[in-house]
């Protein structure tokens, strides 16, 4: 399974970005971040059908995770602050797993990250 993931980039403090993220199938799929000597943190999931989604508590409020019928997942991100500044990963679990859980470890299929920097 591949995940594309796109959408990364600079941007002020206050501003907007949208992630996507891409993979064919029926997964449950998360947003992580890691920031520079931090660990990966969850951001927001997601299952399959969409019906259930989940947002971290730093970001509640401000991002807001969907999905397409095509199955991409777009990670909605606004208010940005400079603390959100980190490696974005789309993650996903295997089929059988239709649930999101916020353990990195719990996710079987990586994309390679995109960069998002804000700066204040």
């Known amino acids: 399974v591949q995940l594309q993931a796109s959408g990364g980039g600079l941007v002020q403090a206050g501003g907007s970005l949208r992630l996507s993220c891409t993979a064919s199938?029926?997964?449950?799929t998360a947003w992580f971040r890691q920031a520079p000597g931090k660990e990966r943190e969850f951001v927001a999931g997601i299952t399959w059908r969409g019906g259930n989604r989940y947002h971290g508590e730093s970001v509640r409020g401000r991002f807001s995770i969907s999905r397409t019928s095509a199955g991409t997942v777009h990670l909605q991100m606004n208010s940005l602050k400079p603390e959100d500044t980190a490696v974005y990963y789309c993650?996903?679990?295997?089929?059988?797993?239709?649930?999101?859980?916020?353990?990195?470890?719990?996710?079987?299929?990586w994309g390679p990250g995109t960069l998002v920097t804000v700066s204040s």
């Open positions: 993650a996903a679990r295997r089929e059988e797993y239709n649930s999101v859980t916020f353990t990195a470890n719990d996710y079987h299929y």
């Open positions: 199938g029926r997964y449950a």
